[in-house]
């Protein structure tokens, strides 16, 4: 069975792979001088045609989560009355109301006034 291995696992394994061959690691194929001179005797390179060819003796678990049998169940919510809910806003409501600040409503004339001081400075 072939083992395919993700973007990441193999880039793992090259990189391994090709600082082995930089530390003089035997290489597991044989190739003449004139393909070592080809790709510039790059380790990388050297790691990938091994990976390529099935040389590395090299294989990965990969774990899978374990499974759980029992069913799913609802988390338990507090059941609230329609008349508990209202109650609740109310409260709410008057918290804000104490909390904000009153806006008054635009009078067009101070803003006219306002927008002339503006044009004078």
Do not use: W
Not at 1 to 28: C, D, S, V
Not at 98 to 104: A, F, N, V
């Amino acid at each position: 069975m072939e083992q395919t291995f993700t973007k990441y696992e193999k880039a793992r394994i090259l990189g391994a792979r090709a600082l082995q061959i930089a530390m003089n690691a035997p290489l597991l194929i044989k190739m003449s001088d004139e393909d070592l001179e080809t790709i510039k005797f790059d380790a990388l390179k050297i790691a990938e045609v091994e990976l390529e060819s099935g040389a590395l003796p090299i294989s990965i678990k990969k774990p899978f989560p374990k499974k759980k049998e029992e069913k799913l169940k609802r988390p338990k919510s507090k059941k609230v009355s329609d008349e508990e809910k209202a109650q609740l806003e109310e409260e709410e409501e008057k918290e804000i109301e104490e909390e904000s600040e009153i806006m008054e409503l635009a009078n067009p004339a101070e803003e006219q006034e306002d927008f002339e001081e503006e044009k004078e400075d």
